[in-house]
């Protein structure tokens, strides 16, 4: 006779089951014999031991995991007959009323898997990003990679502004006295780059080399130090140098300190484009599969299975502890990550995640093998050898499937494109790179 699935609320189900008290207790005895033959009991040689004994010493175990077992089997039964699909595991409680001697009976307690209804992707609006990498973008980079290598040169009669390194010795007192992190000798820093306070700032441009300024400076209420926090501080300062940027030439000295062997700025040149190129590629394909998974996760309103949802609140949760051990936070492994700080990003995480799964089934959209070999390909292209990294991807399970799984959400991205309302909209270089 088939199970009776009790529907509960959304996704939980529940089920009585059953076991014969008789089955157990041969089960038991089988096991017992088993144990009986090897068991090693004071007062007797090994395997001599009378099977009363053994009863007492192991019974209690054996009959748990013999329950345990037989509970399992009728349960995987009922759960087969019924064509569900377990999500998470069950709750299993004794059922005690009406119950006959003969039989163990118990009531589980489950979630199962929702039907997912694959939304219809012609109605879906999709936001596909697009970029054209002229000579203006390359130059662009190209001024970033010279920033990144300037040299700072001593000016003597310069008043600091802008761009300039000023060193300096600074002290600060609050009510007249010193405060820890208020004094230091000979520091340098960048004006402009906001690495010091805006006032701090403010006081140190116009000043020369050699002279001296006091200023007030408030922190603010959200500053790190407690201690200072919202307080006001006196600064006294004293710039002992300031040095003028000067950017390097483009020349072959520069193209070499860049990874060029030969020095050959053309040649130069022409990787940086192809880098930035290969960069603002991936990065309009990334907000362009933002804009599908989010046009998929507001289209598809089925329940959820809260242990999935639990679950994935937990691996958020980790990883949230594993970046503040990495930022230095003393307590990290200890303080308190409310779960809803994470609830509705994980429920909207699984639901995509299953709506995803059902259209990669429903459409084949699995990785196909030249697929993948040929984003190997692409991918090794930005290294100086790229058939080392072929190999090596292609060489180990693991690295392929993270190559797999890359592709896969690029098949799922390619499907929706071809079936959704696609508006194109090209994207500002300086807003994708991020260096607005």
Known sequence: MQPVVEKLSGLERRVDLSVSVADIEKEVQAQLKRVARTAKVQGFRPGKAPLSIIER?????VRYDVVNAQIGKSLDKAIADTNLRLAGSPTLEPKLEGVDDSVMAFTATFEVYPEVELPDLSALKITRSTIDVGDAEVEKTLDILRRQRTIFKPAADRAAQ??????LDFAGTIDGVAFDGGTAEAFPFVLGQGRMLAEFETATQGLKAGETKTFSLDFPE???SETVAGKQAEFTITVKEVAEPELPEIDAEFAKSLGQPEGNVEALLADIRGNVQREAEARTK???????MDALAAACTFDVPKALVDSEIANRTAAAREELKQRGLPNADTIDIPEDTFRDEAQRRVRLGLLVAELIKSAD?????????ARIEDFAKSYEQPAQVVTYYLSDRQRRAEIESLVLEDNVVDHVLAAAQVTDEAVDFDTLMGTN
């Open 365 to 373: 959209l699995q990785a196909k093998p030249e697929q993948v070999r």
């Open 222 to 224: 959200d500053y790190g």
């Open 162 to 167: 802008d761009g300039d390194r000023v060193t």
């Open 57 to 61: 010493s192991h019974g209690p175990s």
């Open 286 to 292: 990334g907000r362009t599969k933002a804009s599908v």
